[in-house]
């Protein structure tokens, strides 16, 4: 055989495993659900299940309980993701110094982003509990004991506090390589020119961790939409207290396997997705088709 023939082979036989594994836990378990979406499936009797069609989807758009957590999750996104990102780029610029003990800022940062997340939910069920240290800080102060995790008002911000603090980590080691990556000369010259620390971060780190900031707010907003664990830790898997944290994946999980609906469930799974796909292609646009089209226009 030629060459070129015996190289493609090598690389299909490197990338067969890769492939074949994403076929097996990601493409046909997707197609898989989104034809059960068409069906009244239940999973102890299968051989029961019947074509609805589209009464799945029709249900779905008419219960409340859906927008409910399609609300709190949207909510706990658009909460979570500016601030986790904020924090994120403010914490790489701090590690990116010439500081001492540099390195163990940096670790001390990133070691919750690999704290288990039953670990850190506990831990956080700990400290805000009705006799946890929180209750007894504020007490010192004059304020009645709250219960956290059984009010509405507190649960779903909680479950927030908890996200960005167990998040950001990553997300600082994203922006942290873009700083890196950044040539020392540029500031250079901005300094040289007067510019100011303040006018450089604004003129140079931002706009040219553009890709970076894209990266991270995308990953970050798909994870958010995907908030499960968090949810049903703190409440027990039943969303409250009053649905306050009901998010859709945790609404997912109890209709598919809590009410054993496993069609109804896959319905609310490609409505997941559809949100997710066309708010990704938007912040795609946002972040990277619509600056060229300013520069094109001569707007920057």
């Known amino acids: 055989m030629k060459k070129q023939t015996l190289e493609n082979i ?8 890769v492939v074949i594994l994403m076929i097996v836990f990601i493409i046909g378990p997707a197609i898989f659900s989104f034809g059960l979406s068409f069906k009244d499936y239940n999973l102890l009797k299968p051989q029961q299940s019947t074509w609805v069609l589209f009464e799945n989807y029709k249900e779905l758009m008419s219960d409340p309980n859906f927008y409910q957590a399609l609300f709190n999750t949207l909510k706990y996104s658009i909460v979570v993701v500016p601030v986790q990102t904020f924090i994120a780029l403010c914490l790489a610029t701090v590690a990116n110094q010439k500081i001492k003990g540099k390195m163990f800022f940096r670790v001390a940062y990133y070691i919750p982003a690999v704290t288990s997340a039953v670990a850190s939910a506990s831990m ?14 504020l007490g010192l102060f004059g304020f009645k004991a709250v219960s956290w995790f059984t009010d509405p008002t507190y649960a779903l911000p909680l479950a927030m506090l908890m996200a960005i603090w167990s998040t950001v980590g990553t997300q600082m080691l994203v922006f942290l390589a873009g700083l890196q990556d950044i040539p020392s000369d540029v500031y250079e010259a901005a300094a040289i020119d007067g ?40 409440s ?12 859709v994946v945790l609404y997912l999980y109890n209709k598919a396997f809590g009410e054993n609906r496993l ?38």
């Open 124 to 137: 956080f069920m700990f400290l805000f509990n009705t006799n946890g240290i929180a209750n007894k800080f």
């Open 10 to 17: 090598a690389g299909w036989i490197f990338i067969a495993p």
């Open 195 to 234: 510019a100011t620390g303040m006018q450089q971060f604004k003129s140079i780190t931002i706009p040219m961790l553009s890709e970076k900031t894209m990266f991270v707010v995308v990953v970050g907003m798909i994870g958010t939409l995907q908030m499960f664990d968090q949810a049903f830790i703190i």
């Open 263 to 300: 069609g109804y469930g896959s319905a609310v799974a490609v409505c997941l997705f559809i949100i997710i796909f066309t708010l990704t292609i938007f912040q795609k646009y946002y972040f990277e088709e619509r600056p060229k089209k300013l520069e094109r226009k001569g707007v920057r």
């Open 236 to 247: 027990g898997g039943t969303g409250g207290p009053l649905g306050s944290t009901t998010t």
